[in-house]
């Protein structure tokens, strides 16, 4: 059942908490809400029946988390935060895509993040080059154009997934949504830079992970992000088409909760 928590920026965030024991909370790239997202769910009931605490959550503007105004970075990471209480107090962060981002900048910010499990960060353009594309999306957010953020967001993504969204009679409402990815713009070009100069201050274990059928940047990223931090490992899990296996997903994440909880 829904469970509700209110951060303190007064936003009010849905979410599901599962199991018991050390604690993972799921954090999203852009796009998926809880309900239009049953590998997350099914991962995180797997992995509480495997003797871990899980909360998935709707990440602001999307779903049962509805938020209007500027949904920025430090709104997001309000978010995150709170459901790091709900979950206990310290969690490991389980970033998909883009919230691999958020969740490096959460751990980055000083929240209580007992560790990373990352999946497949969309990391590796140069830096000047994330900000760029970041801005812009900001521009057309600000400008109100939704369409043409959409656009640019996945401008560098698989050119179908865009057209099946274009070619859908709901896109007006689908691009509406993108709204919701400025965080993701903003912790993205944060990422890269952080990376590129060598600023990036993440002192928990982190485990960057990717699958063994995926996109040839993938494994690059999650190098480049285990060479920038102290305790770092990558590792290729079962998976496809930036999307992992529940199963084998749920146990590396409850194995790796107990690990992180000491």
Request: with cysteine; aromatic share 6%.
């Amino acid at each position: 059942m829904t469970e509700f928590a209110t951060t303190s920026q007064g936003d009010r965030v849905a979410y599901d908490l599962r199991g018991a024991g050390p604690a993972v909370v799921f954090v999203t790239g852009a796009g998926p809400d809880r309900a239009d997202d049953p590998i997350t769910a099914e991962t995180a009931q797997r992995a509480a029946d495997a003797g871990v605490t899980t909360v998935t959550f709707d990440r602001l503007g999307r779903g049962e988390s509805p938020a209007e105004g500027r949904l920025d970075l430090d709104r997001e990471l309000a978010a995150v935060a709170a459901m790091i209480d709900v979950a206990g107090g310290s969690a490991v962060l389980v970033g998909h895509s883009s919230g691999c981002s958020l969740s490096l900048k959460a751990a980055a910010a000083g929240l209580p993040v007992a560790g990373l499990a990352l999946w497949e960060a969309p990391l590796g353009d140069p830096a000047a080059t994330t900000q760029a594309w970041a801005d812009e999306i900001e521009r057309l957010l600000d400008a109100g154009d939704h369409e043409n953020a959409m656009r640019h967001y996945m401008k560098d993504m698989p050119p179908e997934w865009l057209a099946g969204m274009e070619a859908s009679p709901a896109w007006p409402m689908i691009a509406r949504t993108v709204a919701a990815y400025r965080a993701d713009a903003q912790s993205l070009a944060w990422a890269q830079r952080a990376l590129e100069d060598g600023t990036l201050d993440v002192t928990v274990p982190v485990l960057a992970m990717y699958g063994a059928e995926t996109f040839p940047e993938m494994p690059v990223a999650a190098a480049s992000i285990v060479a920038a931090v102290p305790k770092g490992v990558e590792k290729e899990m079962p998976g496809a088409m930036h999307s992992w296996e529940p199963e084998p997903m749920a146990a590396e994440l409850a194995e790796y909760a107990r690990q992180c909880a000491g």
